[in-house]
T-cell receptor, first 113, second 115 residues
Framework: AQSVTQLGSHVSVSEGALVLLRCNYS??????LFWYVQYPNQGLQLLLK??????LVKGINGFEAEFKKSETSFHLTKPSAHMSDAAEYFC???????????FGQGTRLTINP | GAGVSQTPSNKVTEKGKYVELRCDPI?????LYWYRQSLGQGPEFLIY????????DSGLPNDRFFAVRPEGSVSTLKIQRTERGDSAVYLC?????????????FGEGSRLTVL
């Protein structure tokens, strides 16, 4: 069965600093990979996804993630954090051909002024 | 609006009562999903509909949980004999059918509290 591990339930960075949120998955076949963000009192929304092709994918709000098959990882980064990035971030996988997502437990990102 | 709509946004009930949660998906989305999110956890898959039929109900925890989508649009999640452990935010999402590669559009959730 597919599983997702997000290292660090809470991450705190200063405004302007690099954001790095870690995600590892377990699967014998590379799945589709996603990052979703949940702002307070809002529904989850898609940040970016990897399905096929280029392993470095760019998403909304300056975020990007790189699929590394050898490391079974899909870490999320942003060069310079903004206060508005404070939210909960979820990594998710979808086994190829399956029409459902398996989510990690989430990482709460706090931005310090 | 044109997004996924869930009602009620909050529901407080007593242990043993019956609860219905409603989801109105984005028009034209054939796939509909229910997830459950407990405090401090990621969303946990419950059930997925393709059209009117439940294509995958492997996440329903037990037979107290049931969901329907009779006309292929609105869905209702039904919980019988509620227990305190059922307290969570129930999320609904919809999407086009894309073999798993597409974006899910989530509602804001229905927060269920069982006293």
């Amino acid at each position: 069965a597919q599983s997702v591990t997000q290292l660090g339930s809470h991450v705190s960075v200063s405004e302007g600093a690099l954001v790095l949120l870690r995600c590892n998955y377990s699967s014998s076949v590379p799945p589709y990979l996603f990052w979703y963000v949940q702002y307070p009192n809002q529904g989850l929304q898609l940040l970016l996804k990897y399905t096929t092709g280029a392993t470095l994918v760019k998403g909304i709000n300056g975020f990007e993630a790189e699929f590394k098959k050898s490391e079974t990882s899909f870490h999320l980064t942003k060069p310079s954090a903004h206060m508005s990035d404070a939210a909960e971030y979820f990594c998710a996988v979808s086994p190829q051909g399956a029409q459902k997502l398996v989510f990690g437990q989430g990482t709460r990102l706090t931005i310090n002024p | 609006g044109a997004g996924v709509s869930q009602t009620p946004s909050n529901k407080v009930t007593e242990k043993g009562k019956y609860v219905e949660l409603r989801c109105d998906p984005i028009s034209g989305h054939t796939a509909l999903y229910w997830y459950r999110q407990s405090l401090g956890q990621g969303p946990e898959f419950l059930i997925y509909f393709q059209g009117t039929g439940a294509a995958d109900d492997s996440g329903l925890p037990n037979d107290r949980f049931f969901a329907v989508r009779p006309e292929g649009s609105v869905s209702t999640l039904k919980i019988q004999r509620t227990e305190r452990g059922d307290s969570a935010v129930y999320l609904c999402a919809s999407s086009l059918f894309t073999g798993g590669a597409g974006e899910l559009f989530f509602g804001e959730g229905s927060r269920l509290t069982v006293l």
